[in-house]
Structure formats: structure tokens, C-alpha cells
């Protein structure tokens, strides 16, 4: 396959506390995908486990308030000792009225609350960052000018501030899965009350009084107020991670399968899945750049006949080529309609797709260009490879997880095996299984020829089954399948579990056409969850028609292996 650069978006930022968001919106990802939350959404968390965990809303309430009147009391000007101020009324309020606002939600509060070992751990980091006791800071306590009982005041905001956000963010996600008139669901009116807009306005002025606070700060000190950001984010995250969860859930996937019933098996694509770039434009990169230092020295190589030049012009040519011919497949067998899931449909329609990706690999082999390739060059490529953001971390806990017993298997279309090894060659990630196309050497340069073993849809379907039925022997096997080019659709649809991540439009149009559902990974698990409690079952099955999509590795992290 070849390819360019993959998806990318530019952001804009804003003011330091929503480039803190950011930089920490990782956890509000774990979060949303605890047992806690998905049982929420899906309106059958259990009332004990609800009520034990909002009666904990007191501690921090009351420990807002208190942050709120120290860092008022910080604030040099009026302004913002107003500012503050209004802030610290906000939570009295919610103080006062917190029983009867449980009530309305239609729940009591336990008799006594006494907090427990999470809230005690961010009620003592809030109390130590208002007093001015803060790691990082040379002088801690030290608050006697005016000045610096500002930069407390600031430190202040910054370990309450993703809190708010948090809150904000996570019930709106599940707002967003309700029906506006379902009154059935037992949490909405929990959930309607932080995704209101007058919440929203709330996080949003604890933000912008950060931002206004940390205006005169050094660089040092907004580093300070950063990580006091990211540890009440983290504090937050793992208050919610620890809630004790009786009944049962379908997530983290690796903990809720019996070990001594289960293993799980996991492929996984690689160009774009794993990797901003396609590998391809790599290694034709990686041979022009070897053809140029030949072009300077006048060596005599295997290449010497085509010139750097040359070679990025061949090169060129047989990129636009295929993207144009590529389209052109798409288009003869994609028309616009759509139906219910044709299985056999779309296996007959994918056989277009791998005669023109066979035929694209013969015109690379005749052209030349990966000819003259070191190993080590090649390997040496891999291992700068930067993968897509919290991909190699999940790899890592994959491969260390004693929970499940659990097989990580790379299946791509990449020209490649020794580049792909060695992308995951650090991190002790070794063990992952790579199933490939390879590269032909003599004295470790390549020949310009490759071993065609994985090309085409049917291939990587084959490759998928053989795997399988090796597997089967030893019993019962949960697939899992990540990927989002058109060469993925038939081993994600044959998986137990299909993730789509980096998704192509080509994959979208033709998967639409032949019934495939897209379902986003954190609503399908809210109705997975429901299935669970009014069925009193959920089984994950292939060939259901269903794809989960996500927007990043994190997702996939936080369902399989959780926080």
C-alpha cells in the first residue's frame, strides 16, 4: 500500500488552563470508561454504589470553599478577590442545598459519610496547595508579599480547576447518549445537572480566573501551577477509578473475563493504526536519501543507474498512480446504496480492491525503487518511528498484563517486516507477533523484490484464521481487531470485537454500502452494559455487523485494560 501522512488537526488553545485540559484529557478518557461511569450511562448503576460515592460531594465542597476563602484572602486585586469570592458563594450554595438537590435527583444520602481514602488524598493536596506548601517551589510556604500570596492564589485555582472541567466533560458525553424524554433512566437528572450550561459557565469562570491570575507568573511558576493541574486530575481520575462497583460490568475487558475460561487475542494493523505516516513513503524516503549520497561520491551500487532524482520522480509517479487507480477501484464498486450487512457482498467487492493492490506491488517490484535499501538503515528508521499517540503505552501494558492471558498479533500490508519489529524493538515489546510482507536481501541490501505474503484483504483474513485455529487449540479465544483501511474490513467484521481507529472514508463508503454499522466504542459499551443487566448476558460474537470506532488509542486502552 501506498500512502501519505495520516489524519491531523490543528487546535487552537486558548488560555493556560484549557492548554492544561489538554495536555491531561487522557484521564477524563480513562474516566468515562471506568465501571462507574459505564453503568451510569446505562442507567443500572447500582443505588448503593451511586449514593456512597455523591455523599463524598460534602468533603469536596467543603474543601473547595475553604481553597476558595485562602485564595481570596491571596488575591491582590479587588477584581479578583470578586471574582473569587463569587466562586466560593457558588459552592456554598451547593453545600446548603446538596441534600435536597440529592433528593430531587431521586436518591437519599446515607445516614453518616465519612470520606474515604480518595477524597482524603485530594482533600489534603488542595489544603497543602492553598497554604503554599507545593513541590517544585524553592521556598514553600513562603507567601509574604503581596506577589506571592498571588502566586498562591493562582496554585490555588490550578488544583480545582479540571475538576470542574471533568464533570462538565464526562456528563456531556452522556447527555449526548440520552433520549430527551426518557424518563426512565434513573441518573438523567444527575447527568442533566452538570451538563447544564449554568455548570458549564461555572468551570469555564474558574478557568478564566486561572488564566488571569497566572498573567504575571514566570515561566517556573506556571510549570508549578501544570503539574498541581495534572495531579488533581490524576486525584480525580482515581477517586473515580477506586468507586466500588458490586455488580457486574463489561469493563476493563482483560479484568471481567475469567482467566481460567478466557484468552484474548489481539491483531492489530499497522500503517496509520499505529503510525502517523504510511510506511511506505518511509522506505522510498529512506532509498532516495542512500540513492543521494551515491549521486555525491560516484560510487558504483546497485542503484547507480537511477539517481535520486530519478528515484523521487519514480517515486512520485507511483504514488499519484496508485491513490488515482485506488479511487477508481473504489468508485467501480461502491455506488451510494445502502442495505443490510452483505457479508458475501463485500468479500466478492474486496476481491477488486486486492487484485489492484497486487498489481500495485508488481509495478513497485518492476520500478526499482526499493532496491538498494541498508538493514540497518531500515531498522535504524524503525526505532525513530514515532507511533500515534498512546499506542506503544498500550502495547507495553499489553505485553506485562498478568490479569488475562493475552497474544498481540500485527497483520499488514507493509512491504516490510524487519521495519515494523523494529519500530516496537524497545519497551520490551518484543513479543508482539508480526505477520508481513518482507523485503529480499543480499548482504543486507535489499534486491528491490519483495516477499508477497500479506497483500490483499483475503490475505490478511487468511493470516487472521490461521492464527485462530492455532489458538483454538488451547481454548476458548476473545478476538479483538483494530484497524481502519478497506484491507481491515473483513478481519474486523470476522473479530469478536472490531475497533476502527484511523478510519479512511474509503472504508466508511464501502461499509456503509454493504450494511456495516459504525458505532462509537463508549455507546456501544452503555448498550452492551444494558444488554448485560436486563438480559443477564452479553456476548461479544463476529459477524454481527457492528464496529466500534475511537478517536484514539486511549479509548482502547481504557476499555481493554482500564487505568
Keep these: 500500500m501506498l500512502g501519505g501522512p495520516g489524519p491531523g488537526t490543528v487546535v487552537d488553545v486558548g488560555g493556560i488552563a484549557s ?33 456512597r460515592c455523591i455523599s463524598q ?64 488524598k485530594y482533600t489534603d493536596f488542595l489544603m497543602a496547595a492553598a497554604s503554599g506548601r507545593v513541590e517544585g517551589e524553592k521556598v514553600p510556604g513562603k507567601i509574604a508579599t503581596p506577589f506571592e500570596r498571588t502566586k498562591v492564589a493562582a496554585y490555588i485555582l490550578g488544583a480545582m480547576a479540571p475538576c470542574m472541567r471533568l464533570y462538565s466533560s464526562i456528563s456531556r458525553e452522556i447527555q449526548a447518549l440520552l433520549v430527551p424524554d426518557d424518563r426512565s433512566h434513573i441518573y438523567k437528572k444527575w447527568i442533566d445537572s452538570y451538563s447544564s450550561q449554568n455548570f ?14 497566572s498573567i504575571s507568573l514566570t515561566g517556573e511558576e506556571l510549570e508549578v501551577i501544570e503539574k498541581l493541574y495534572h495531579q488533581a486530575m490524576k486525584l ?18 482483560a479484568r471481567v473475563l475469567d482467566p481460567a475460561e478466557h ?3 489481539i491483531f492489530c494493523d499497522f500503517d496509520i ?5 504510511d510506511s511506505s513513503a518511509i522506505l522510498a524516503e529512506i532509498a532516495i536519501i ?24 519514480t517515486w512520485n509517479f507511483l504514488s499519484t498512480q496508485y ?48 532496491k538498494g535499501l541498508h538493514l540497518e538503515d531500515i531498522k535504524r528508521a524503525g526505532q525513530r518511528l514515532i507511533l500515534q499517540e498512546g499506542c506503544r503505552e498500550f502495547f507495553q501494558k499489553i505485553v506485562t498484563n498478568d490479569t488475562l492471558k493475552t497474544e498481540f498479533h500485527i497483520l499488514s500490508y507493509c512491504w516490510c517486516g524487519d521495519f515494523i519489529r523494529s519500530a516496537f524493538s524497545s519497551g520490551g515489546l518484543d513479543e508482539l507477533k508480526v505477520h508481513s510482507n518482507e523485503l529480499t536481501y543480499e548482504e543486507s541490501v535489499t534486491t528491490g523484490d519483495i516477499v508477497r505474503k500479506v497483500e490483499s484483504p483475503m490475505e490478511k483474513l487468511q493470516t487472521f484464521n490461521d492464527i485462530l485455529n492455532e489458538c483454538n487449540k488451547e481454548g476458548r479465544q476473545l478476538t479483538v481487531y483494530i484497524g481502519g483501511a478497506v484491507g481491515d474490513l473483513l478481519c474486523l467484521l470476522q473479530a469478536d470485537i472490531g475497533i476502527v481507529i484511523s478510519s479512511t472514508p474509503s472504508l466508511r463508503r464501502l461499509g456503509d454500502q454493504f450494511g456495516v454499522t459504525f458505532v462509537p466504542l463508549f455507546s456501544g459499551l452503555v448498550t452492551k452494559q444494558r444488554e448485560l443487566v436486563e438480559d443477564g448476558s452479553c456476548d461479544w460474537k463476529g459477524l454481527s455487523g457492528i464496529l466500534y470506532t475511537v478517536s484514539s488509542w486511549d479509548e482502547i486502552h481504557a476499555f481493554i485494560l482500564g487505568s
Design 273 to 277: 493504526a499505529c503510525t502517523a505516516f
Design 19 to 51: 492548554r492544561f485540559w489538554i495536555k491531561v484529557r487522557t484521564h477524563s478518557v480513562f474516566v468515562l470508561y471506568t465501571p462507574f461511569f459505564v453503568c451510569l450511562a446505562s442507567g443500572h448503576l447500582d443505588s448503593d454504589a451511586f449514593r
Design 200 to 213: 458549564e459557565e461555572f468551570a469555564f469562570q474558574i478557568e478564566d480566573m486561572l488564566d488571569k491570575l
Design 290 to 313: 542512500t540513492a543521494s549520497k551515491f549521486d555525491l561520491d560516484g560510487s558504483e551500487t546497485q542503484i547507480a543507474r537511477m539517481s535520486s532524482a530519478d528515484l523521487r520522480s
Design 323 to 370: 491513490a488515482e487507480e485506488f479511487e477508481h477501484c473504489m468508485e467501480s464498486i461502491v455506488d451510494g446504496r445502502q442495505g443490510k450487512l452483505d457479508y458475501e457482498g463485500l468479500r466478492n467487492a474486496l476481491e477488486h480492491v486486492a487484485e489492484f493492490e497486487k498489481r500495485a506491488n508488481t509495478q513497485v517490484i518492476n520500478s526499482g525503487v526499493l
Design 263 to 265: 484468552s484474548l487475542t
Design 236 to 253: 480525580e481520575a482515581d477517586f473515580f477509578a477506586t468507586q466500588p462497583i458490586s455488580q457486574q460490568t463489561i469493563v476493563p475487558l
Design 57 to 120: 460531594d460534602v468533603h469536596f465542597l467543603k474543601a473547595f470553599a475553604q481553597a476558595y476563602e485562602m485564595a481570596e484572602d491571596c488575591a491582590d486585586d479587588d477584581d479578583d478577590k470578586s471574582g473569587i469570592r463569587d466562586l466560593r458563594k457558588r459552592v456554598v450554595q451547593r453545600i446548603k442545598t446538596h441534600d435536597a438537590l440529592v433528593r430531587e435527583w431521586g436518591f437519599e444520602l446515607p445516614d453518616e459519610s465519612i470520606s474515604n481514602n480518595a477524597t482524603v
